[in-house]
C-alpha cells in the first residue's frame, strides 16, 4: 500500500496549503479534518477559537492517528490565524456562500501558499475573518440544502487543491 510512517510524512513534500477551521464544535469534525489533511500531506492545520485540540478521544476516534502526523497549531481567534497566515505570505481564502465568492470548478491554484478558511457547523465563518480574506471559495450546491458538513466541505476543497498541485505532475 505505500504507506509512510509518521515520521516519513513528516519530511515528505507537503501540499502549500493550510487548513483553518473557525470555531468548529465537533471534535468528530476535527478528527476527520485532520485524516483527510493526512491523506493529501496538507502543510498544516490550525484549530481556533472553541476547537478543541489533541489529545482527545474524541478526535482520535475518527483522526484515526492523523493527529500524530499531521502538524497542527492552536490560536485564540481566526483573525489571529489569518493575521499570521498572510505575515508568512499566505493567499488566504473563506468558504463561505457570499456575493462575489469564486465557485470552486472556476479556480485553479497555482504555485502560491494557501490557506483555507472553514467555519462553524451552524454560524460558518467569522465575518471579520471573511472580510480580511483574500477572497472567498464557494462549493457550487445542487439540491435542497445550503450548507454541507464541515468536514465534508474540507475534503473537497483539500483534494482540489491537491489534484491541481500534486496529483496532476
Known amino acids: 500500500m505505500q504507506r509512510l510512517s509518521v515520521e516519513e510524512f513528516h519530511k515528505a513534500e507537503k501540499l502549500p496549503l493550510i487548513v483553518v477551521l473557525d470555531d468548529v464544535r465537533s471534535m468528530y469534525n ?15 492545520l490550525y484549530l481556533c477559537g472553541i476547537c478543541q ?4 478521544t474524541e478526535i482520535h476516534k475518527t483522526a484515526l492517528g492523523a493527529e500524530e502526523s499531521v502538524s497542527w497549531k492552536y490560536f485564540k481567534t481566526a483573525m489571529e490565524a489569518v493575521e499570521e497566515l498572510k505575515r508568512n505570505g499566505y493567499e488566504v481564502f473563506s468558504v463561505e456562500q457570499v456575493e462575489h465568492s469564486t465557485k470552486l470548478q ?7 501558499k494557501y490557506a ?19 477572497g472567498c471559495l464557494e462549493i457550487p450546491q445542487l439540491g435542497t440544502k445550503h450548507s454541507m458538513n464541515v468536514s ?3 475534503g473537497i476543497i483539500i483534494y482540489k ?4 498541485l500534486m496529483l496532476k505532475r
Open 30 to 44: 476535527i478528527g476527520s479534518v485532520f485524516r483527510t489533511c493526512d491523506a493529501f500531506r496538507v502543510e498544516s
Open 53 to 56: 485540540i489533541p489529545p482527545s
Open 106 to 112: 472556476k479556480f485553479t491554484p497555482d504555485s502560491k
Open 116 to 134: 483555507v478558511i472553514l467555519g462553524n457547523e451552524v454560524k460558518g465563518v467569522h465575518q471579520e475573518v471573511v472580510d480580511a480574506s483574500d
Open 152 to 154: 465534508v466541505t474540507a
Open 161 to 164: 487543491f491537491a489534484e491541481t
